[in-house]
């Protein structure tokens, strides 16, 4: 069982940084970011492996955002640059203890209650 809590959003103005964190309580094996607006699915946002050094972007978010964990305080971290109006969302930490799509919302078994991040223009 893995139990996840989000922290760190917040109204903040286009080109802005901003920066997510996710305490994790129990043991994962891929951890990711997903972030849902009203009346759309929850999309994928970037994903690293808890014990492997591999992350993974959303193409809309390659080169703005970086996916980044401490093993020692078991915090996932998503800091966030040059925001832009359309990141905003409810950004989501989800974590699976078993392989799988790192992309596909449906692989994982994990979920935090999520932290909003509004960007104005």
């Known amino acids: 069982q893995v139990q996840l809590v989000e922290s760190g959003g917040g109204l903040v103005q286009a080109g802005d940084s901003l920066n997510l964190s996710c305490q994790v309580s129990?043991?994962?094996?891929?951890m990711g970011w997903f972030r849902q607006t009203p009346g759309k699915e929850r999309a994928f946002v970037a994903a690293i492996g808890w014990n492997v050094p591999y992350t993974y972007y959303a193409d809309s978010v390659l080169g703005r955002f970086t996916v980044s964990r401490n093993n020692a305080t078991t915090v996932l971290y998503l800091h966030m640059t040059e925001l832009k109006p359309e990141d905003t969302a409810k950004y989501y930490c989800?974590?699976?203890?078993?392989?799988?799509?790192?992309?596909?919302?449906?692989?994982?078994?994990?979920w935090g209650q999520g932290t909003q991040v509004t960007v104005s223009s």
């Open positions: 129990g043991r994962a094996y891929m």
């Open positions: 989800a974590a699976r203890d078993r392989p799988g799509s790192y992309h596909d919302r449906r692989d994982y078994d994990y």
